[in-house]
């Protein structure tokens, strides 16, 4: 029986796409290009449906600390070919990654909501910097406000940075 590769159309999950062995353009070099870069502040602009989301999962799993397993999920593609420097980089890297791609709502109030949550489960994924004795007390207290979503507008806007 042959193996057929699926057309993920509307995937936008990097893992989700190498994991089912559905089509896959490679941009992989983009890794190589952020890592060889001597800019601290990159734009991506690009058209609708062009993949940026899809980029920016590709680069999340790559550096990702927490998910040092997912090195295998770029065994086949160009950045594995690099230099060894390269590689070196692969979970080893604390990453925030917020998208609001989904955050269509009628209401300004609505979409801030939207926001809020994104930003807190953005924080869950790095609360284990709450036992950090680096931290002081007054940002804990504002690190479990965003947690818990009752920090006030600025609070949130300030957390992003």
Not at 124 to 134: S, T, V, W
Request: glycine content about 2%.
């Amino acid at each position: 029986m042959t193996h057929r590769k699926k057309l993920n159309l509307g995937q936008s999950d990097f893992k989700n796409i190498i994991n089912t062995d559905s089509y896959f353009i490679d941009k992989s070099l983009l890794i190589k290009e952020i890592i060889d870069t001597e800019k601290s502040v990159l734009l991506f602009p690009r058209p609708r449906r062009f993949g940026k989301t899809l980029n920016l999962s590709m680069l999340k799993y790559f550096f990702d600390k927490n998910e040092q397993e997912n090195q295998k999920l770029y065994k086949n593609l160009k950045i594995w070919q690099t230099e060894d420097y390269i590689k070196e980089n692969c979970g080893k890297y604390p990453v925030i990654n917020l998208s609001f791609k989904d955050a269509k709502a009628n209401t300004w109030e609505e979409t801030l909501n939207y926001i809020k949550i994104e930003v807190a489960k953005s924080y869950a994924k790095h609360d284990y910097l709450l036992e950090n004795k680096n931290l002081r007390d007054y940002e804990k207290t504002k690190f479990k406000k965003i947690l818990d979503e009752t920090a006030n507008i600025t609070n949130f806007a300030i957390s992003i940075k």
